[in-house]
């Protein structure tokens, strides 16, 4: 339900105002230097990262409650053995995700760019 709030008013704010440049903050990285085309550090860059830890927890969520748990039981599994299943299945799901998103990302990034502090 925040996200979804926090969606709603940032694309209903028009675009320059103090909502939108505040809630610009959790969708967009901060701090961008216009000289060397690249992103410095900042307090700013938390907003991002709450997003994202919301997000994926939101995420976890779902699929564990629709998707694992509701197949573990039906392949016979209860109680504990149907929550670990469904916890196992989501790390295994997001090892797979998230390995095949960092391997395959190398291939469209300058080589170059791997190696910058």
Known sequence: MPLLL???VHFLAPVGSS???FTKKFYTVSYYNS???LYNKG?????????WVVLF???RIIMM???FTPFAKASGLKGKDALRFSE????CLYAIVFWTLGMVST????KSLLLIN
Do not use: M
């Open 35 to 37: 000289e060397t085309g």
């Open 57 to 59: 927890t939101f995420i």
């Open 19 to 21: 909502v939108y440049d």
């Open 107 to 110: 291939l469209f990034v300058k």
């Open 65 to 67: 409650d629709f998707l």
């Open 88 to 91: 196992q299945a989501w790390a």
């Open 43 to 51: 307090i700013d860059d938390g907003y991002l990262v709450a997003f």
């Open 6 to 8: 926090l969606a709603t």
